[in-house]
């Protein structure tokens, strides 16, 4: 997981900016939570899976219109059964990691803006079949997205967003609902 490590040096030098440069460039920190689906063929087994996935931001919005930000994700577990010559097989898939990345917006009112993302997913996983390890893949890939961000007060925002997440050659999409607080 050393991709991981660097991910998270820099959303640590973020999160420890002075507080008054942050407060003067617009520090923010954010969370979200949704669902992540999962369709993919893993060793002969057709995986169609849901799970709860969440996610966390630290950022710093540069102006109106673009942001840079790193975070963690967490997939949280794709589980799915399959009956293989009459013996029950379990599989279990999960996988988290760091992002690193920038954010476009577009205001549309003064509380409504769109946005895309886009930037890199430092992430490690585990597959398991029946309880035993069969995998423990690592990697550097990219994730893009876009969704829409609702003010409630001068600090807080309500954001909505569908996110890709390449995992090598396996794609999975989170839909998510957050909240984002502006220092």
Same mark, same amino acid.
């Given at each position: 997981?050393?991709?991981?490590?660097?991910?998270?040096?820099?959303?640590?030098?973020?999160?420890?900016?002075?507080?008054?440069?942050?407060?003067?460039?617009?520090?923010?920190?954010?969370?979200?939570?949704?669902?992540?689906?999962?369709?993919?063929?893993?060793?002969?087994?057709?995986?169609?899976?849901?799970?709860?996935?969440?996610? *966390?931001?630290?950022?710093?919005?540069?102006?109106?219109?673009?942001?840079?930000?790193?975070?963690?994700?967490? *997939?949280?577990?794709?589980?799915?059964? *399959?009956?293989?010559?009459?013996?029950?097989?379990?599989?279990?898939?999960?996988?988290?990691?760091?992002?690193?990345?920038?954010?476009?917006?577009?205001?549309?009112?003064?509380?409504?803006?769109?946005?895309?993302?886009?930037?890199? *997913?430092?992430?490690?996983?585990?597959?398991?079949?029946?309880?035993?390890?069969?995998?423990?893949?690592?990697?550097?890939?990219?994730?893009?997205?876009?969704?829409?961000?609702?003010?409630?007060?001068?600090?807080?925002?309500?954001?909505?967003?569908?996110?890709?997440?390449?995992?090598?050659?396996?794609?999975?999409?989170?839909?998510?609902?957050?909240?984002?607080?502006?220092?």
């Amino acid at each position: 997981m050393k991709h991981a490590r660097t991910a998270l040096a820099v959303v640590s030098v973020i999160a420890l900016l002075p507080a008054a440069a942050v407060a003067e460039s617009g520090f923010y920190l954010g969370g979200s939570i949704g669902s992540a689906s999962l369709t993919e063929d893993f060793d002969g087994f057709d995986v169609d899976a849901d799970s709860t996935a969440y996610r *966390f931001v630290a950022g710093w919005q540069f102006n109106e219109f673009f942001s840079l930000e790193g975070g963690y994700h967490n *997939f949280g577990k794709f589980e799915d059964s *399959f009956d293989l010559a009459g013996e029950p097989v379990d599989l279990r898939l999960k996988a988290d990691g760091f992002t690193l990345g920038g954010t476009l917006s577009l205001p549309l009112t003064r509380s409504l803006s769109l946005y895309g993302r886009g930037g890199a *997913f430092f992430w490690d996983g585990d597959a398991n079949i029946n309880s035993i390890t069969e995998a423990r893949p690592e990697d550097t890939n990219p994730y893009y997205g876009a969704g829409a961000k609702v003010s409630l007060t001068e600090r807080l925002d309500l954001v909505g967003d569908w996110t890709r997440y390449e995992l090598d050659s396996t794609d999975s999409d989170v839909i998510s609902l957050g909240l984002t607080l502006r220092f």
